[in-house]
């Protein structure tokens, strides 16, 4: 169970730290040292990460090609077997090697964000362009954008390029949205870890929002979403991607949040963060156990892609929150699945007899014969994530949906049968679903 996964790192690193804090060490990079070994080994643990699938947590270099990056890397969760570094401890890796990139740090203050800021989006640039290299080695790959696919679709309710070399076919601005999740999906992570430092979540926030700010009025160069970290811990406050890894932002008006801060047990962050990437990487189910707990978040910084003649970029609206208003919000909630309304059932009862798709005419009167706009059903279809748009279609994202009906006969829609095996257990429910089998190639 995720939950006791992380108790667990989180009271190996604990007790690391106070051994730590005991010891008057003045020389800074022998501290830093220890507390990089702290973090290594605590990840490295049984109970986080599967033996069985050749993981290991080590310190070292990356390699892209020929190339050995000169960043050092303070540890880094690797597949396989690398090239010990001389007689050293340290190894080399190739980045295709290499699921997840630590940095650690003591005490979090902004330089030292700056720095680890700085360093990983070097790597993750230089891994951007190893990818692209790849196309020009060999014109026929095709990489697993399965993953990415659902995303994009969570985001823009449209449906993806079934393979990645049809990008082109999307425009400029959801052209870089989708290869940014493709990324996202495929690239090392990125973790900024700091053992102390900011005391509070908003000027956690606030402080990240100014190196990214400061930097783009500097250049905006080499600021994309992509060379973003995916993740920084400090003190029990976090800031991840909202990049479906496995968190994901989008509010009412289907804005995408980026980025998103969290607070509460961090080691739990981390564990999601990283099982989520191995689950990915290794396509296997990870021992999440029945938990049904989920993080409550807060958006930091939306990202919304933007096109014009020359080109296609980033535009960022910050958030910036009174610590007042972040320390009301709990820091977990009980996931449920998504209600709906009489109308949208019947959508779903329509699917059900039509292979998965319903066409647009078909909305029509459903929302005429319901005395309701058609634009807000599909608004409120649409904003369960769980529906995409395809030509004069609507479909679910997933190729199995389920639906159950709760003592009351109010009716909730997953495409997650775990968790909702789980919630229905949890509230006394009756797990008799009506299941919805995509038929892909109908309708198209």
């Not at 994202?397 to 829609?413: A, C, T, W």
């Amino acid at each position: 169970m995720i939950a006791k996964a992380s108790e667990l790192l989180e009271q190996f690193i604990q007790i690391e730290r106070q051994a730590l804090d005991a010891v008057d060490m003045p020389h800074m990079p022998t501290l830093g040292s220890a507390y990089e070994e702290i973090t290594k080994q605590g990840i490295d643990q049984g109970f986080a990460i599967p033996k069985s699938l050749d993981l290991r947590v080590v310190s070292g270099f990356i390699s892209v090609g020929q190339e050995m990056l000169p960043q050092q890397i303070d540890g880094m969760l690797v597949c396989g077997e690398g090239i010990q570094y001389g007689r050293t401890k340290e190894y080399i890796y190739p980045i295709d090697q290499v699921l997840c990139i630590f940095e650690v740090k003591k005490t979090l203050n902004k330089a030292d964000y700056v720095d680890a800021f700085d360093h990983l989006r070097v790597i993750r640039q230089k891994y951007a362009e190893h990818f692209e290299s790849k196309f020009d080695d060999d014109p026929t790959f095709e990489p697993n954008i399965k993953v990415a696919r659902k995303h994009f679709s969570q985001i823009t309710g449209k449906e993806a390029p079934d393979k990645y070399s049809q990008i082109h076919t999307l425009s400029k601005s959801e052209g870089i949205l989708f290869y940014s999740l493709v990324q996202e999906t495929l690239a090392p992570l990125s973790i900024i870890h700091g053992y102390g430092g900011y005391t509070t979540e908003s000027g956690m926030r606030n402080s990240f929002l100014d190196i990214l700010f400061e930097k783009g009025e500097t250049s905006g160069e080499g600021l994309g979403v992509p060379s973003l970290p995916s993740l920084v811990t400090t003190n029990g406050f976090s800031i991840v991607k909202g990049n479906g890894v496995p968190f994901i932002g989008i509010n009412e008006d289907r804005e995408w949040a980026a980025l998103l801060s969290t607070k509460g047990n961090a080691a739990r962050i981390i564990l999601e963060v990283i099982w989520s990437k191995i689950s990915l990487h290794f396509d296997v189910a990870m021992p999440w156990g029945d938990d049904s707990d989920t993080e409550v978040t807060a958006p930091l910084m939306f990202a919304k892609p933007i096109e014009n003649e020359d080109g296609a970029g980033w535009y960022y609206v910050p958030i910036r929150l009174k610590e007042s208003d972040l320390s009301m919000r709990s820091n977990l909630q009980a996931w449920q699945p998504r209600k709906i309304t009489e109308d949208v059932t019947e959508i779903i009862y329509s699917m059900l007899s039509t292979g998965g798709y319903v066409h647009l005419d078909i909305l029509d009167e459903i929302a005429t014969s319901n005395s309701v706009e058609r634009d807000d059903l599909i608004n409120r279809l649409m904003s369960t994530m769980l529906f995409k748009q395809s030509g004069n279609y609507i479909r679910p994202i997933s190729s199995i949906l389920h639906m159950v009906s709760d003592n009351e006969g109010q009716n909730f829609i997953s495409s997650n049968r775990d968790r909702l095996d789980t919630w229905c257990d949890k509230c006394g429910i009756a797990k008799s679903y009506i299941s919805l089998i995509i038929m892909d190639g109908f309708g198209q």
